[in-house]
């Protein structure tokens, strides 16, 4: 068991351009979520998925950020015309779906936009 | 929403002497709150949890502590160890509706040999 895999572990891109940060989760894990970790934020969730379907994606930035999960092995969250303050640890964690179940993290993308 | 408090943002505690870290949350809906360890350049792992059926659980040297009146729940590390230095979150959920964690703003440990 590998863990959840993200990829790539760093990034850097230039303002306005655009950055795709993808999760492979657990074998298994039926629920896939996703936060951001900056040190004046802590961790804020974006968007989660349970069987590939979204279902909740309140936390997500409305205009630039997306997430998708097409198929049960890998999700991915995608910003647009990224800014500076877009910079943070990007963590993806899956689980087993039901309620009370616990995450496993991944790695976690740092992001840097300059 | 939910909104998890996490009282301390640091602690120093020596070698060998117990440690707390204080959580408070403000749904009284939630019923599921985990405690997560983040070591230096490392990503969250799981360490305990609590669910609400329950007021106290212990795994070896940790014990959460719940207290639902107060809407409180706490993380005591007993015998601390040097390697229990790290950032430690709680975090809550509810078991209906969206069940995503919702963390508190971490605590910061050092163990002192």
């Known amino acids: 068991n590998a863990g959840v895999i993200q990829t790539p572990r760093h990034k850097v891109t230039g303002k306005g351009q655009e950055a795709t940060l993808w999760c492979e989760p657990i074998?298994?894990?039926?629920?896939v979520f996703w936060y951001r970790q900056t040190i004046v934020q802590g961790l804020e969730f974006l968007t989660y998925?349970?069987?590939?379907?979204?279902?909740?994606d309140s936390g997500m930035p409305k205009e630039r950020f997306s997430a998708q999960m097409p198929n049960q092995s890998h999700s991915t969250l995608k910003i647009q015309s990224t800014q500076p303050q877009d910079s943070a640890v990007y963590l993806c964690?899956?689980?087993?779906?039901?309620?009370?179940?616990?995450?496993?993290f991944g790695s976690g993308t740092r992001l840097l936009v300059i | 929403g939910e909104k998890v408090e996490q009282h301390e943002s640091t602690l120093s505690v020596r070698e060998g002497d117990s440690a707390v870290i204080n959580c408070t949350y403000t749904?009284?809906?939630?019923?599921?709150f985990p405690w997560y360890k983040q070591e230096a350049g490392k990503s969250l792992h799981f360490v305990i949890d609590?669910?609400?059926?329950?007021d106290r659980k212990q795994s070896q040297r940790l014990i959460v502590l719940l207290d639902k009146k107060a809407k409180r729940f706490s993380l005591h590390i007993t015998a601390t160890q040097p390697e229990d230095s790290a950032i430690y979150f709680c975090?809550?959920?509810?078991?209906?509706?969206?069940?995503?964690?919702?963390f508190g703003s971490g605590t910061q440990l050092t163990v002192m040999p």
């Open positions: 964690a899956s689980s087993l779906g039901q309620p009370n179940s616990d995450y496993t």
């Open positions: 074998s298994g894990h039926s629920a």
């Open positions: 998925f349970r069987n590939q379907a979204p279902i909740d």
């Open positions: 749904d009284t809906a939630s019923s599921y």
């Open positions: 609590i669910r609400s059926n329950v």
């Open positions: 975090a809550a959920s509810m078991t209906s509706g969206s069940w995503q964690l919702i």
